[in-house]
């Protein structure tokens, strides 16, 4: 069976800190992999996805980057986090032609 | 992309009652599904509903499509305190991409 693991859990970081977040699927080849994030009581804001390794669509302009060195590999990076990225980032995945989205247990970031 | 819109925010009901929401969407979609997220974990995929399909059911719950309507609803029948969790909608474009636009959920409190 396919499983979606993301981390780490938790994360406080200060103003201007770099960030790296992984997300891996098991289970699964040739995944499509999405990043989203949530602010509090509000829904989900895609931020990147990705069809192939190096393929890397992103949808909204913003002090973020994702890579995927690896087939089932998906990292969001920053290298200096403003406190506006503060929130709830969340990794998914689905596969090619199909609509449902499987999520991982998601990252609360922090910036202090 | 569009975004539903989830219909109330907020709902608080007594375990044994039913529970409905509702998503309202504005250009026509391919499919249109529903994720259950519990407080501070990812989001679970609970069923899709086709565009040409009006009703159906998984379990206690019960999902219509009224693409007349632009509108769908999730009811969920008969809850329990274990139901408690924020409900979202995500529909997929006509001509548009597989990645589903998420609404900002109902967030259900079923009190035991």
């Known amino acids: 069976s396919q499983t979606i693991h993301q981390w780490p859990a938790t994360l406080v970081q200060p103003v201007g800190s770099p960030l790296s977040l992984e997300c891996t699927v098991e289970?699964?080849?040739?995944?499509?992999l999405y990043w989203y994030r949530q602010a509090a009581g509000r829904g989900l804001q895609l931020l990147f996805y990705?069809?192939?390794?190096?393929?890397i669509s992103s949808e909204v302009p913003q002090n973020l980057s994702a890579s995927r060195p690896q087939d089932r590999q998906f990292i969001l990076s920053s290298k200096k986090l403003l406190l506006s990225d503060s929130g709830f980032y969340l990794c998914?995945?689905?596969?090619?032609?199909?609509?449902?989205?499987?999520f991982g247990p998601g990252t609360r970031l922090t910036v202090t | 992309s569009q975004q539903g819109e989830e219909d109330p925010q907020a709902l608080s009901i007594q375990e044994g009652e039913n529970a409905t929401m509702n998503c309202s969407y504005k250009?026509?979609?391919?499919?249109l599904q529903w994720y259950r997220q519990n407080s501070g974990r990812g989001l679970v995929h609970l069923i899709l509903?086709?565009?040409?399909?009006r009703e159906k059911h998984s379990g206690r719950l019960r999902v219509t499509l009224d693409t007349s309507k632009k509108s769908s609803s999730l009811l969920i029948t008969a809850s329990r305190a274990a139901d408690t969790a924020s409900y979202f909608c995500?529909?997929?474009?006509?001509?548009?991409?597989?990645?589903?636009?998420f609404g900002r959920g109902t967030s259900l409190i079923v009190h035991p």
């Open positions: 990705s069809v192939g390794i190096g393929q």
């Open positions: 509903i086709r565009s040409n399909e």
């Open positions: 250009t026509s979609i391919n499919n």
């Open positions: 998914a995945w689905t596969g090619t032609g199909v609509y449902e989205q499987y």
């Open positions: 289970g699964t080849s040739n995944p499509n």
């Open positions: 995500a529909t997929d474009d006509v001509g548009g991409s597989y990645i589903p636009t």
